[in-house]
């Protein structure tokens, strides 16, 4: 497809359990990024992929937090023994550097809900 | 002092009007600024991206920016019912230029149009 896609779209999990969410970026976009949307805490970032630059973990909220691009395609964002508060709306955008405007675009998300 | 700050909702307008938006930012370094709307349970879609002190306008909406007194706003003319969502304001938070960069959001105004 076009646009940045992500699976699941929806995940239900139990405390404590591992999850792993993926999000393919536009064809051809070098850069890619994760927020989290939950009620209360607005739109915030957790990490950014650009190229082969080292990733911007400046976001993530703990350890339990964690991603990776392969291939400088694909991401996978993977939250361990997850915790109630982790239930938000993840989204992923990705967007072409190199060229000044930088717009991002973003994906559907994956709302995760942890029981 | 929050990074990216937008005037509390929800706003009511008539149909027909004129819907003002507002968003101050903390970050002297920033060099973009976008407007992204979003609909309930929707992810954000841009609407509009702005990089220069001045107005720039796209059909019925018009962006502005003071980088003088860090705010920009969004002007939304002959607003519809159709408009009515949240609309969010973020600014790209880079160094270097022309290089990718997170961005920080507002909390949102929730714009509700009625006929």
């Known amino acids: 497809g076009a646009g940045v896609s992500q699976s699941p779209s929806n995940k239900v999990t139990e405390k404590g359990k591992d999850v792993e969410l993926r999000c393919d970026p536009i064809?051809?976009?070098?850069?890619l990024y994760w927020y989290r949307q939950s009620l209360g805490q607005g739109l915030e970032f957790l990490i950014y992929f650009q190229g082969n630059s080292a990733p911007d973990k400046s976001g993530l909220p703990s350890d339990r937090f964690s991603a990776e691009r392969t291939g400088g395609s694909v991401s996978t964002l993977t939250i361990q023994r997850t915790q109630q508060e982790d239930s938000a709306v993840y989204l992923c955008a990705s967007s072409n550097t190199g060229i000044a405007k930088n717009i991002q675009y973003f994906g559907a998300g994956t709302r995760l809900s942890v029981l | 002092q929050k990074e990216v700050e937008q005037n509390s909702g929800p706003l009511s307008v008539p149909e027909g009007a004129i819907a003002s938006l507002n968003c101050t930012y903390s970050?002297?370094?920033?060099?973009?600024f976008f407007w992204y709307r979003q609909y309930s349970g929707k992810s954000p879609e841009l609407i509009m991206s702005i990089y220069s002190n001045g107005d720039k306008e796209d059909g019925r909406f018009t962006a502005q920016l003071n980088k003088a007194s860090q705010y920009v706003s969004l002007l939304i003319r002959d607003s519809q019912p159709s408009d009515s969502a949240t609309y969010l304001c973020a600014v790209r938070v880079a160094r270097i230029y022309n290089q990718g960069g997170k961005l920080i959001f507002g909390q949102g105004t929730e714009l509700s149009v009625k006929p």
């Open positions: 970050d002297r370094v920033s060099q973009s």
């Open positions: 064809s051809g976009h070098t850069a």
